[in-house]
């Protein structure tokens, strides 16, 4: 293996490591408003029941 092959495959997964890393950002966002919209729903649940 040559010393710019390296360099490349480096560079390759970084970049790889980069988008993964986006990736787990959007899915925990994703993951949180899901969970605050549970959360505000059973909040206004017993409100609705109440007259």
């Known amino acids: 293996m040559s010393v710019g092959q390296g ?5 390759h997964q970084h970049k790889m ?5 986006i990736s787990d950002r959007r ?3 994703l993951q949180e ?3 605050q919209r549970r959360k505000a729903r059973q909040l206004r649940k ?3 029941k109440s007259p």
């Open 7 to 11: 360099k490349a495959l480096r560079a």
């Open 46 to 48: 017993p409100v609705s």
């Open 17 to 21: 490591n980069r988008k993964q890393d």
């Open 33 to 35: 408003r899901v969970e």
């Open 27 to 29: 899915g925990r966002e």
